[in-house]
């Protein structure tokens, strides 16, 4: 079965500049969730989607970020304009639905450097 | 939001010894509570877990103990192996619409010394 998937894998982008960061959950998980890491500190969360909706986006930290999950498959979290506080480790994790248990499971991670 | 907090948030002991590492947590709906190992470069991986009805749980070296009262629980590691070396993060969770809802704790690095 594959895990969670993440694109890409590390970007360097321009203070100003857009992002966009992909994340395929595994198949048949209706959770999809977004954190992200900062360098020597807690994984923070961002958001929550059941399906295609948003459940919690209560982590988001401004209108820069804005997330998607079109069709309730794969995620998209843009970052534009990026700017240096914005470095991190985005990290998106799957689970099943309500009936399916509570494990979450992790994408490698989306290692996001703007300088 | 839930306030999660982990002590302590560095930890060395020798090869062979134990580690506690102790979550506090606030939301008192919190009913699931687990553990995530994460390697340098890597990603957090789920090492055991606990929900609220059970008080301790445990395998092979690793064992989680929660005391739902005082809202808190703790991860144990015996007889601790280099390989053991790692951030170690809580995530206390409680349900919230057709999923849980996770917060994550401020980690732990645990070195284990040869």
């Known amino acids: 079965e594959a895990g969670v998937t993440q694109f890409p894998s590390h970007s360097v982008i321009e203070k100003g500049q857009t992002v966009t960061l992909r994340c395929d959950p595994i198949s048949g998980h209706d959770n999809l969730y977004w954190y992200r890491r900062v360098m020597g500190k807690e994984i923070k969360f961002l958001l929550h989607?059941?399906?295609?909706?948003?459940?919690?986006e209560s982590g988001m930290p401004n209108n820069r970020f804005l997330a998607e999950r079109t069709g309730g498959t794969y995620s998209t979290l843009k970052v534009q304009p990026a700017e240096l506080e914005d470095s991190g480790v985005y990290f998106c994790?799957?689970?099943?639905?309500?009936?399916?248990?509570?494990?979450?499971?992790f994408g490698e991670g989306s290692w996001l450097t703007v300088v | 939001g839930e306030n999660v907090e982990q002590h302590p948030s560095t930890l060395s002991v020798q090869e062979g010894d134990s580690a506690v590492i102790k979550c506090t947590y606030s939301d008192s709906a919190s009913n699931y509570f687990p553990w995530y190992k994460q390697e340098l470069g890597k990603r957090p991986q789920l090492i055991i877990d606990i929900r609220s009805n059970v008080g301790e749980k445990k395998d092979q070296r690793i064992a989680v103990t929660l005391n739902k009262t005082a809202k808190h629980f703790s991860l144990h590691i015996t007889e601790t192996q280099p390989e053991d070396s790692a951030v170690y993060f809580c995530?206390?969770?409680?349900?919230?619409?057709?999923?849980?809802?996770?917060?994550f704790g401020t980690g732990t690095s645990l070195t284990v010394i040869p």
């Open positions: 995530a206390p969770a409680r349900r919230m619409g057709g999923g849980n809802q996770f917060y």
């Open positions: 994790a799957s689970s099943q639905g309500a009936l399916g248990g509570n494990t979450i499971y």
């Open positions: 989607f059941v399906k295609e909706s948003k459940q919690d």
